[in-house]
């Protein structure tokens, strides 16, 4: 059975940076791709983009481009979500998420238990 | 602000259905056959209810029931039970500059 396993919670500082990893396990890594999709407190998601766990290739949303990278680790099954410039307003449980199938950037059938990421002064 | 809009709330009582919307444009849900649907109980990660407009993945109860016409997809849940109430989420492809997903506000369902 698909497990992903998040780091834990983080609290930062407005224009500092955070790096949450996302640990697979109990399938091929690198026959998936991963999405990262934030929540902040009462709202709805919010999808952050999507990485290829085979060869790396990466696409964004629009409004985090510049702020964000993903990166994978294939020798440890691990994929890392990393923000920058924090505002108060990355506040925010912060997910990764694999789909049912293959590279599908939708359909995510698994998700991590979550990342609270707290950006306060 | 959510591309794709839902009611806020639904409520039904054990036994009953209710459909919750899921309206877009023909950017995303009129232009994808890529509409999933998740549940989310409180303080648990979103949970895959439907997938590609109206499928069902191994394990989802086929009380669950989906479909879209034109630009509005639709979520039905029939036999409402106690262990139903959660929120509710849709998500899209959308055109743009590349390929992405959007969200709905996601629909509070209460179980009356």
């Known amino acids: 059975q698909a497990q992903l396993v998040q780091s834990g919670s983080e609290v930062k500082k407005p224009g500092t940076s955070v790096k949450v990893s996302c640990q697979a396990s109990?399938?091929?890594?690198?026959?998936?791709?991963i999405s990262w999709v934030r929540q902040a407190p009462g709202q709805s998601l919010e999808w952050l983009g999507w990485?290829?766990?085979?060869?790396?290739?990466?696409n964004y949303a629009q409004k985090f481009q510049g702020r964000v990278t993903m990166t994978t680790d294939t020798s440890t099954s691990t994929a890392y979500m990393e923000l920058t410039s924090l505002k108060s307003d990355d506040t925010a449980i912060y997910y990764c998420?694999?789909?049912?199938?293959?590279?599908?950037?939708?359909?995510?059938?698994?998700w991590g238990q979550g990342t609270l990421v707290t950006v306060s002064s | 602000q959510p591309a794709l809009t839902q009611p806020p709330s639904v409520s039904g009582s054990p036994g009953q259905s209710v459909t919750i919307s899921c309206a877009g444009t023909?950017?995303?849900?009129?232009?994808?056959?890529?509409v999933s649907w998740y549940q989310q109980s409180p303080g648990t990660a979103p949970k895959l209810i439907i997938y590609?407009?109206?499928n069902r993945p191994a394990g989802v109860s086929d009380r669950f029931s989906a479909s879209k016409s034109g630009n509005t997809a639709s979520l039905t849940i029939s036999g409402l039970q106690v262990e139903d109430e959660a929120d509710y989420y849709c998500?899209?492809?959308?055109?743009?500059?590349?390929?992405?997903?959007?969200f709905g506000g996601g629909t509070k369902l209460t179980v009356l």
């Open positions: 998420a694999r789909p049912l199938w293959g590279y599908a950037y939708i359909d995510w059938a698994y």
């Open positions: 109990g399938y091929t890594f690198t026959s998936y791709g």
């Open positions: 990485i290829s766990a085979y060869n790396g290739n990466r």
């Open positions: 023909s950017r995303d849900v009129g232009g994808f056959n890529r």
């Open positions: 590609e407009v109206s």
């Open positions: 998500s899209s492809y959308t055109s743009g500059s590349s390929i992405i997903v959007v």
